[in-house]
Protein backbone atom coordinates (compact mmCIF):
# COMPACT_ATOMS: atom_id res chain seq x y z
CA UNK A 1 0.00 0.00 0.00
CA UNK A 2 1.27 3.30 -1.16
CA UNK A 3 1.24 6.17 1.70
CA UNK A 4 2.40 10.10 1.14
CA UNK A 5 2.62 12.67 3.18
CA UNK A 6 -0.11 14.38 1.10
CA UNK A 7 -2.91 12.83 -1.20
CA UNK A 8 -3.65 14.64 -4.00
CA UNK A 9 -6.32 15.90 -6.07
CA UNK A 10 -6.66 17.76 -2.33
CA UNK A 11 -10.00 18.59 -0.33
CA UNK A 12 -11.25 21.61 -2.09
CA UNK A 13 -11.33 23.44 1.10
CA UNK A 14 -7.48 22.60 1.63
CA UNK A 15 -7.14 23.97 -1.95
CA UNK A 16 -8.70 27.22 -0.67
CA UNK A 17 -7.11 27.82 2.35
CA UNK A 18 -3.73 26.77 0.74
CA UNK A 19 -4.36 29.50 -2.37
CA UNK A 20 -5.44 32.16 0.19
CA UNK A 21 -2.19 31.62 2.08
CA UNK A 22 0.05 31.87 -1.09
CA UNK A 23 -1.88 35.02 -2.07
CA UNK A 24 -1.79 36.96 1.50
CA UNK A 25 1.94 35.70 2.12
CA UNK A 26 2.79 36.76 -1.63
CA UNK A 27 0.99 40.00 -1.41
CA UNK A 28 3.00 41.01 2.17
CA UNK A 29 5.96 40.25 1.02
CA UNK A 30 5.76 42.03 -1.93
CA UNK A 31 4.44 45.31 0.00
CA UNK A 32 7.29 44.70 1.97
CA UNK A 33 9.80 44.31 -1.05
CA UNK A 34 8.42 47.79 -2.33
CA UNK A 35 8.65 49.99 1.10
CA UNK A 36 12.21 49.17 1.17
CA UNK A 37 13.20 50.24 -2.45
CA UNK A 38 11.29 53.52 -0.99
CA UNK A 39 8.00 53.11 -3.48
CA UNK A 40 4.11 52.47 -1.78
CA UNK A 41 3.74 48.76 -0.61
CA UNK A 42 0.38 48.60 -3.30
CA UNK A 43 2.72 48.86 -5.78
CA UNK A 44 4.79 45.65 -4.84
CA UNK A 45 1.00 43.79 -4.22
CA UNK A 46 0.05 44.11 -7.80
CA UNK A 47 3.45 43.39 -9.44
CA UNK A 48 3.13 39.95 -7.09
CA UNK A 49 -0.31 39.74 -8.48
CA UNK A 50 0.63 39.90 -12.35
CA UNK A 51 3.55 37.72 -11.42
CA UNK A 52 1.16 34.98 -9.73
CA UNK A 53 -0.97 35.76 -12.70
CA UNK A 54 -1.00 33.46 -16.01
CA UNK A 55 1.63 36.73 -17.31
CA UNK A 56 4.20 34.87 -15.25
CA UNK A 57 3.31 31.46 -12.90
CA UNK A 58 -0.06 31.27 -13.97
CA UNK A 59 -0.64 29.73 -9.88
CA UNK A 60 -4.22 29.15 -10.55
CA UNK A 61 -3.59 25.93 -12.94
CA UNK A 62 -0.86 24.50 -10.74
CA UNK A 63 -1.46 21.24 -9.63
CA UNK A 64 -2.66 21.98 -6.25
CA UNK A 65 -5.26 23.92 -8.09
CA UNK A 66 -8.20 21.28 -9.20
CA UNK A 67 -11.18 23.21 -8.38
CA UNK A 68 -11.00 26.28 -10.76
CA UNK A 69 -14.27 27.17 -11.11
CA UNK A 70 -14.47 27.39 -6.99
CA UNK A 71 -11.12 28.86 -6.89
CA UNK A 72 -11.54 31.39 -9.03
CA UNK A 73 -15.14 32.32 -7.73
CA UNK A 74 -13.95 32.76 -4.29
CA UNK A 75 -10.80 35.43 -5.12
CA UNK A 76 -13.67 37.30 -7.16
CA UNK A 77 -15.91 37.93 -4.00
CA UNK A 78 -13.41 37.92 -1.72
CA UNK A 79 -11.62 40.28 -4.06
CA UNK A 80 -14.70 42.58 -4.53
CA UNK A 81 -15.18 42.53 -0.73
CA UNK A 82 -11.81 43.62 -0.23
CA UNK A 83 -12.12 47.20 -2.72
CA UNK A 84 -15.59 47.45 -0.94
CA UNK A 85 -13.54 47.70 2.36
CA UNK A 86 -11.19 49.92 0.61
CA UNK A 87 -13.40 52.38 -0.07
CA UNK A 88 -15.20 52.03 3.04
CA UNK A 89 -11.89 53.41 4.87
CA UNK A 90 -11.37 56.35 2.17
CA UNK A 91 -14.58 57.14 3.26
CA UNK A 92 -14.05 57.21 6.67
CA UNK A 93 -10.54 59.44 6.32
CA UNK A 94 -12.63 61.99 4.45
CA UNK A 95 -13.07 65.35 5.84
CA UNK A 96 -16.53 66.42 4.32
CA UNK A 97 -16.01 69.86 4.92
CA UNK A 98 -13.21 69.65 3.27
CA UNK A 99 -14.78 67.87 0.81
CA UNK A 100 -17.14 70.84 0.51
CA UNK A 101 -14.49 73.41 -0.14
CA UNK A 102 -13.44 71.62 -3.14
CA UNK A 103 -16.62 70.34 -4.15
CA UNK A 104 -16.30 72.58 -7.47
CA UNK A 105 -12.77 72.01 -7.86
CA UNK A 106 -13.90 67.80 -7.82
CA UNK A 107 -17.03 68.88 -10.48
CA UNK A 108 -14.85 70.31 -13.01
CA UNK A 109 -12.03 68.13 -12.32
CA UNK A 110 -14.17 64.88 -13.41
CA UNK A 111 -15.52 66.82 -16.04
CA UNK A 112 -12.26 67.24 -18.00
CA UNK A 113 -11.08 63.96 -16.93
CA UNK A 114 -14.05 62.15 -18.54
CA UNK A 115 -14.13 64.11 -21.40
CA UNK A 116 -10.51 63.87 -22.67
CA UNK A 117 -10.36 60.83 -22.59
CA UNK A 118 -13.27 59.93 -23.88
CA UNK A 119 -12.24 62.18 -26.85
CA UNK A 120 -8.79 60.39 -27.12
CA UNK A 121 -9.81 56.85 -27.07
CA UNK A 122 -12.97 57.23 -29.62
CA UNK A 123 -10.37 59.09 -31.97
CA UNK A 124 -7.26 56.82 -31.71
CA UNK A 125 -9.44 53.56 -31.95
CA UNK A 126 -11.17 54.67 -34.80
CA UNK A 127 -8.44 55.98 -36.80
CA UNK A 128 -5.65 53.99 -35.49
CA UNK A 129 -7.08 50.98 -34.08
CA UNK A 130 -9.34 50.82 -37.67
CA UNK A 131 -12.67 49.94 -35.61
CA UNK A 132 -16.20 51.23 -36.33
CA UNK A 133 -17.20 54.15 -34.52
CA UNK A 134 -19.32 52.46 -32.19
CA UNK A 135 -16.96 50.04 -31.00
CA UNK A 136 -14.75 53.42 -31.05
CA UNK A 137 -16.74 54.92 -28.88
CA UNK A 138 -17.32 52.21 -26.44
CA UNK A 139 -13.20 52.32 -25.96
CA UNK A 140 -13.57 55.82 -25.45
CA UNK A 141 -16.20 55.32 -22.78
CA UNK A 142 -13.66 52.62 -21.16
CA UNK A 143 -11.08 54.84 -20.68
CA UNK A 144 -13.07 58.05 -18.54
CA UNK A 145 -13.62 55.33 -16.03
CA UNK A 146 -11.40 56.15 -12.63
CA UNK A 147 -10.90 53.53 -9.96
CA UNK A 148 -9.81 55.86 -6.79
CA UNK A 149 -9.05 52.55 -4.40
CA UNK A 150 -5.35 52.54 -5.75
CA UNK A 151 -4.98 56.01 -5.53
CA UNK A 152 -7.18 55.98 -1.86
CA UNK A 153 -4.29 53.30 -0.69
CA UNK A 154 -1.03 55.23 -1.41
CA UNK A 155 -1.93 58.82 -0.50
CA UNK A 156 -2.99 56.87 2.99
CA UNK A 157 0.38 55.28 3.00
CA UNK A 158 1.73 58.35 2.46
CA UNK A 159 -0.17 60.61 4.84
CA UNK A 160 -2.10 62.81 1.95
CA UNK A 161 -5.40 61.59 1.97
CA UNK A 162 -6.63 64.41 4.04
CA UNK A 163 -4.62 66.67 2.02
CA UNK A 164 -6.67 69.45 -0.24
CA UNK A 165 -5.58 67.31 -3.62
CA UNK A 166 -6.47 63.91 -1.84
CA UNK A 167 -9.82 65.55 -0.93
CA UNK A 168 -10.22 66.74 -4.66
CA UNK A 169 -9.48 63.82 -6.02
CA UNK A 170 -11.72 61.36 -3.98
CA UNK A 171 -14.66 63.75 -4.97
CA UNK A 172 -13.78 64.05 -8.61
CA UNK A 173 -13.78 60.05 -8.22
CA UNK A 174 -17.27 60.02 -7.04
CA UNK A 175 -18.22 62.42 -9.96
CA UNK A 176 -16.60 60.75 -12.38
CA UNK A 177 -18.40 57.49 -11.55
CA UNK A 178 -21.85 59.08 -12.07
CA UNK A 179 -20.87 60.55 -15.42
CA UNK A 180 -18.82 57.35 -16.79
CA UNK A 181 -22.31 55.04 -15.64
CA UNK A 182 -24.53 57.85 -17.29
CA UNK A 183 -22.45 57.45 -20.75
CA UNK A 184 -21.74 53.64 -20.30
CA UNK A 185 -25.75 53.12 -19.99
CA UNK A 186 -26.38 55.48 -23.31
CA UNK A 187 -23.70 53.56 -25.07
CA UNK A 188 -24.66 49.96 -24.36
CA UNK A 189 -28.45 51.06 -24.46
CA UNK A 190 -28.13 52.31 -28.24
CA UNK A 191 -26.46 49.26 -29.36
CA UNK A 192 -29.52 47.50 -28.12
CA UNK A 193 -27.29 45.15 -25.73
CA UNK A 194 -28.79 44.82 -21.93
CA UNK A 195 -26.30 44.67 -19.10
CA UNK A 196 -27.53 45.93 -15.86
CA UNK A 197 -27.99 49.49 -15.59
CA UNK A 198 -28.32 49.63 -19.53
CA UNK A 199 -30.95 47.83 -20.18
CA UNK A 200 -32.96 50.38 -18.08
CA UNK A 201 -33.85 54.20 -20.00
CA UNK A 202 -31.58 56.65 -19.63
CA UNK A 203 -33.68 59.02 -18.17
CA UNK A 204 -34.77 56.60 -15.17
CA UNK A 205 -31.15 55.43 -14.68
CA UNK A 206 -30.48 59.04 -14.01
CA UNK A 207 -33.31 59.82 -11.93
CA UNK A 208 -32.07 56.65 -9.75
CA UNK A 209 -28.96 57.76 -9.37
CA UNK A 210 -29.79 61.09 -7.68
CA UNK A 211 -32.18 59.59 -6.04
CA UNK A 212 -29.89 57.03 -4.24
CA UNK A 213 -27.49 60.16 -3.24
CA UNK A 214 -30.44 61.97 -1.89
CA UNK A 215 -31.92 59.54 0.04
CA UNK A 216 -28.60 57.73 1.54
CA UNK A 217 -27.13 61.63 2.80
CA UNK A 218 -30.53 62.38 4.39
CA UNK A 219 -31.53 58.96 6.06
CA UNK A 220 -27.71 58.29 6.64
CA UNK A 221 -27.13 60.96 8.29
CA UNK A 222 -30.33 60.32 10.63
CA UNK A 223 -29.89 56.68 11.17
CA UNK A 224 -26.32 55.65 11.12
CA UNK A 225 -25.30 57.48 14.25
CA UNK A 226 -28.15 56.43 16.03
CA UNK A 227 -27.98 52.01 14.80
CA UNK A 228 -24.12 52.62 15.69
CA UNK A 229 -24.47 53.79 19.18
CA UNK A 230 -27.49 51.53 19.73
CA UNK A 231 -25.41 48.37 18.93
CA UNK A 232 -23.20 49.80 21.28
CA UNK A 233 -25.22 48.80 23.90
CA UNK A 234 -26.04 45.41 22.68
CA UNK A 235 -24.79 42.01 24.42
CA UNK A 236 -21.88 40.59 22.94
CA UNK A 237 -18.01 40.96 21.39
CA UNK A 238 -17.71 44.16 18.97
CA UNK A 239 -21.22 44.88 18.55
CA UNK A 240 -20.94 48.60 17.29
CA UNK A 241 -18.17 47.43 15.18
CA UNK A 242 -20.35 44.71 13.18
CA UNK A 243 -23.21 47.04 12.83
CA UNK A 244 -20.75 49.55 11.15
CA UNK A 245 -19.92 46.25 8.29
CA UNK A 246 -23.38 46.09 7.69
CA UNK A 247 -24.03 49.29 7.13
CA UNK A 248 -21.15 49.67 4.90
CA UNK A 249 -22.08 46.50 3.08
CA UNK A 250 -25.52 47.38 2.95
CA UNK A 251 -25.12 51.04 0.83
CA UNK A 252 -22.40 49.09 -1.44
CA UNK A 253 -26.05 46.87 -2.36
CA UNK A 254 -28.10 49.47 -2.40
CA UNK A 255 -25.59 51.66 -4.88
CA UNK A 256 -25.26 49.09 -7.17
CA UNK A 257 -28.88 47.15 -7.10
CA UNK A 258 -30.97 50.54 -7.23
CA UNK A 259 -28.78 53.76 -7.33
CA UNK A 260 -27.29 52.26 -10.47
CA UNK A 261 -23.56 53.65 -9.53
CA UNK A 262 -20.70 50.99 -8.67
CA UNK A 263 -21.26 49.53 -5.44
CA UNK A 264 -17.47 50.90 -3.99
CA UNK A 265 -19.60 54.29 -4.55
CA UNK A 266 -22.10 53.32 -1.74
CA UNK A 267 -19.49 51.61 0.97
CA UNK A 268 -17.35 55.25 0.42
CA UNK A 269 -20.94 57.21 1.45
CA UNK A 270 -21.14 54.76 4.02
CA UNK A 271 -17.75 55.86 5.13
CA UNK A 272 -18.44 59.77 4.94
CA UNK A 273 -21.32 59.83 7.08
CA UNK A 274 -19.65 57.70 10.01
CA UNK A 275 -16.26 59.98 9.53
CA UNK A 276 -18.67 63.14 10.59
CA UNK A 277 -18.96 61.79 14.04
CA UNK A 278 -15.55 61.41 15.88
CA UNK A 279 -16.37 59.06 18.74
CA UNK A 280 -17.32 56.30 16.35
CA UNK A 281 -15.21 57.10 13.08
CA UNK A 282 -11.99 56.68 15.09
CA UNK A 283 -13.28 52.71 16.76
CA UNK A 284 -14.53 51.65 13.09
CA UNK A 285 -11.02 52.62 11.33
CA UNK A 286 -8.82 51.02 13.59
CA UNK A 287 -11.11 47.91 13.52
CA UNK A 288 -11.81 47.86 10.41
CA UNK A 289 -8.14 48.95 9.01
CA UNK A 290 -7.14 45.18 10.93
CA UNK A 291 -10.15 43.30 8.86
CA UNK A 292 -9.53 44.83 5.33
CA UNK A 293 -5.27 44.68 5.51
CA UNK A 294 -4.88 41.79 6.94
CA UNK A 295 -7.07 39.31 4.36
CA UNK A 296 -9.44 41.31 2.15
CA UNK A 297 -7.62 44.19 0.20
CA UNK A 298 -4.41 41.93 -0.24
CA UNK A 299 -6.19 39.29 -1.89
CA UNK A 300 -7.90 42.51 -4.18
CA UNK A 301 -5.02 43.54 -5.39
CA UNK A 302 -3.29 40.58 -6.01
CA UNK A 303 -6.76 39.63 -7.77
CA UNK A 304 -6.12 42.43 -10.59
CA UNK A 305 -3.17 40.05 -11.87
CA UNK A 306 -4.56 37.28 -11.28
CA UNK A 307 -7.14 37.84 -13.82
CA UNK A 308 -5.24 39.16 -16.66
CA UNK A 309 -2.76 37.82 -19.41
CA UNK A 310 -0.63 40.65 -20.04
CA UNK A 311 1.23 39.11 -22.66
CA UNK A 312 -1.14 38.24 -25.02
CA UNK A 313 -3.04 41.44 -24.78
CA UNK A 314 0.14 43.26 -25.55
CA UNK A 315 0.29 41.12 -28.61
CA UNK A 316 -3.09 41.35 -29.30
CA UNK A 317 -2.10 44.92 -30.70
CA UNK A 318 0.90 46.41 -29.33
CA UNK A 319 0.26 49.22 -31.34
CA UNK A 320 -2.89 50.05 -30.12
CA UNK A 321 -2.17 48.90 -27.00
CA UNK A 322 0.94 51.84 -26.64
CA UNK A 323 -1.46 54.60 -28.09
CA UNK A 324 -4.43 53.80 -25.62
CA UNK A 325 -2.10 53.35 -23.12
CA UNK A 326 -0.76 57.16 -23.24
CA UNK A 327 -4.13 58.19 -24.64
CA UNK A 328 -5.58 56.89 -20.43
CA UNK A 329 -2.31 58.30 -18.72
CA UNK A 330 -2.25 61.75 -20.42
CA UNK A 331 -6.05 62.11 -20.87
CA UNK A 332 -6.68 62.01 -17.00
CA UNK A 333 -3.62 63.71 -16.42
CA UNK A 334 -4.33 66.93 -18.47
CA UNK A 335 -8.26 66.45 -18.61
CA UNK A 336 -8.69 66.61 -14.83
CA UNK A 337 -5.10 68.65 -13.86
CA UNK A 338 -7.08 71.53 -16.02
CA UNK A 339 -10.27 71.36 -14.70
CA UNK A 340 -9.15 71.76 -11.73
CA UNK A 341 -6.77 74.76 -12.61
CA UNK A 342 -9.62 76.61 -13.91
CA UNK A 343 -11.03 77.08 -10.66
CA UNK A 344 -7.84 78.04 -8.90
CA UNK A 345 -5.58 74.84 -7.98
CA UNK A 346 -1.54 76.06 -9.15
CA UNK A 347 0.04 74.10 -11.31
CA UNK A 348 1.60 71.34 -9.08
CA UNK A 349 -1.74 70.70 -7.26
CA UNK A 350 -3.56 70.14 -10.66
CA UNK A 351 -1.00 67.68 -11.78
CA UNK A 352 -1.22 65.85 -8.25
CA UNK A 353 -5.36 65.73 -8.67
CA UNK A 354 -4.66 64.49 -12.63
CA UNK A 355 -2.15 62.08 -11.56
CA UNK A 356 -4.53 60.64 -8.75
CA UNK A 357 -7.58 60.02 -11.28
CA UNK A 358 -5.07 58.12 -13.71
CA UNK A 359 -5.82 54.57 -12.61
CA UNK A 360 -8.70 52.05 -14.20
CA UNK A 361 -8.20 49.09 -11.83
CA UNK A 362 -11.20 46.94 -11.42
CA UNK A 363 -13.68 49.81 -12.71
CA UNK A 364 -12.66 49.60 -16.29
CA UNK A 365 -12.17 46.35 -16.38
CA UNK A 366 -15.95 45.70 -15.30
CA UNK A 367 -16.94 48.42 -18.22
CA UNK A 368 -15.25 46.49 -20.48
CA UNK A 369 -16.44 42.72 -19.60
CA UNK A 370 -19.91 44.79 -20.06
CA UNK A 371 -19.50 45.94 -23.09
CA UNK A 372 -17.60 42.45 -24.30
CA UNK A 373 -21.07 40.43 -22.80
CA UNK A 374 -23.15 42.93 -24.64
CA UNK A 375 -21.28 42.40 -27.73
CA UNK A 376 -20.15 46.25 -28.27
CA UNK A 377 -16.47 45.37 -28.65
CA UNK A 378 -14.75 42.20 -29.98
CA UNK A 379 -12.09 40.09 -27.87
CA UNK A 380 -9.21 41.88 -29.27
CA UNK A 381 -10.14 44.81 -28.28
CA UNK A 382 -11.07 43.44 -24.64
CA UNK A 383 -7.37 42.36 -24.48
CA UNK A 384 -5.93 45.51 -25.05
CA UNK A 385 -8.40 47.38 -22.47
CA UNK A 386 -6.66 44.89 -20.39
CA UNK A 387 -3.24 46.25 -20.68
CA UNK A 388 -4.23 49.37 -20.84
CA UNK A 389 -5.70 48.73 -17.10
CA UNK A 390 -2.90 47.12 -15.68
CA UNK A 391 -0.40 49.47 -16.51
CA UNK A 392 -2.41 52.77 -15.43
CA UNK A 393 -3.01 50.73 -12.31
CA UNK A 394 0.75 50.05 -11.77
CA UNK A 395 1.83 53.41 -13.02
CA UNK A 396 -0.73 55.52 -10.29
CA UNK A 397 1.16 54.39 -7.45
CA UNK A 398 4.90 55.64 -8.55
CA UNK A 399 3.45 58.62 -10.33
CA UNK A 400 1.91 59.90 -7.10
CA UNK A 401 5.26 59.01 -5.13
CA UNK A 402 6.65 61.43 -7.77
CA UNK A 403 4.04 64.23 -7.67
CA UNK A 404 3.99 64.39 -3.93
CA UNK A 405 7.34 64.82 -2.99
CA UNK A 406 7.79 68.09 -4.76
CA UNK A 407 6.04 71.33 -3.03
CA UNK A 408 3.81 73.80 -4.58
CA UNK A 409 7.53 75.73 -5.27
CA UNK A 410 8.83 72.30 -6.53
CA UNK A 411 10.62 71.99 -3.67
CA UNK A 412 10.93 68.49 -0.90
CA UNK A 413 7.85 68.23 1.21
CA UNK A 414 9.26 67.80 4.58
CA UNK A 415 5.69 66.93 5.94
CA UNK A 416 4.75 64.33 3.38
CA UNK A 417 8.15 62.77 3.98
CA UNK A 418 7.73 62.89 7.57
CA UNK A 419 4.51 60.94 7.51
CA UNK A 420 5.89 58.11 4.68
Same mark, same amino acid.
Given at each position: ???????????????????????????????????????????????????????????????????????????????????????????????????????????????????????????????????????????????????????????????????????????? *????????? #????? +??? %?? !?? $?? @??????????????????????????????????????????????????????VFAFFAEAFGEVAAITGSYLAGVLIAQHADLSHEVVDKLSVTAYGFFVPVFFVSVGLQ???????? *????????? #????? +??? %?? !?? $?? @??????????????????????????????????????????????????????????????????????????????????
Amino acid at each position: MHLSLIEFPLDPLLQVLLLFAVIILASKAGGALSKLLGQPAVLGELLVGLILGPTVLDMMNWAPFTEHELLEGLVHYLAEIGVIFLMFLAGLETDLKEMKRVGLAAFTGATGGVALPFILGTLISRYIGGYEWFESVFVGTILTATSVSITAQTLLEMGKLKSKEGTTVLGA *AVVDDVMGI #VILSV +VVA %LH !GG $GA @GAASAPVWWVIVKMVLFFAVGIVLGNYLVPRLLRWAAKWQGTETMFAMAIVLGLVFAFFAEAFGEVAAITGSYLAGVLIAQHADLSHEVVDKLSVTAYGFFVPVFFVSVGLQADAVSALL *ANPVLALWL #VLAAI +VGK %LL !GS $GL @GVKLVGFNTMESIRVGTGMISRGEVALIVSNIGLAAGVISPDIYSVMVIMTLVTTLVTPILLRIVFRSGPEGLPDAASSSRV
